[in-house]
């Protein structure tokens, strides 16, 4: 028989990795694709004609994730705290703050880079003092590119040996070579 081993968001770049107290019962794997339907240009049907842009990142939707500790009473609200880091803007690079990104992993299985894009949790029960001892958290994962994360406006300059070789005169020689 194999080993329970639970289902983890591993931080790519923050010291708060979350492992989840139960395991999801369900994923949810969601993606779409972009377009753009001009409304002057029909098709001969009469339709807009469709141009099609891009596909959009994978979504992860992970459901009611059940955060628990009745038997010992301690309450969850540790553990809620750990989700609510995930959508913090707390790291900064190169001057701007964005929220932590992540690898969603199972076992053996990487699912996802991402970043949660969505948190909603609810607490369902309560100790007679007001302690919270359940509650379940819905998760929306988006993937992203960690390789292409600098982003607009965190384009890295070329180095001046670049910047020398790349000239008009460079590129018409290059141009007349080929």
Not at 15 to 29: G, K, R, T
Not at 48 to 65: G, H
Not at 68 to 74: Q, W
Request: with cysteine; charged share 25%.
């Amino acid at each position: 028989m194999s080993e329970l081993v639970k289902a983890k968001l591993h931080s790519i770049d923050s010291p708060f990795h979350v492992e989840f107290m139960f395991n999801p019962s369900q994923l949810d794997f969601s993606r779409s694709i972009s377009l753009e339907q001009s409304e002057g240009a029909r098709t001969e049907k009469g339709m807009n004609k469709t141009s099609f842009k891009y596909p959009n990142p994978y979504t992860l939707t992970i459901s009611n994730i059940l955060v628990e500790n009745y038997e010992n009473g301690a309450g969850v609200s540790n553990k809620i705290e750990e989700f609510k880091k995930t959508v913090e803007f707390g790291v900064e690079k190169n001057g701007v703050k964005r929220p932590p990104l992540y690898i969603f992993t199972w076992g053996n299985q990487t699912y996802l880079k991402c970043f949660v894009k969505t948190l909603k949790y609810k607490i369902t029960l309560f100790k007679p003092d007001g302690t919270p001892i359940r509650a379940f958290v819905d998760l929306t994962l988006e993937e992203i590119d960690v390789t292409a994360e600098k982003g607009p406006g965190n384009t890295p300059q070329p180095q001046t040996p670049q910047r020398q070789q790349d000239s008009r005169t460079n590129r018409t020689n290059t141009k007349k070579s080929k």
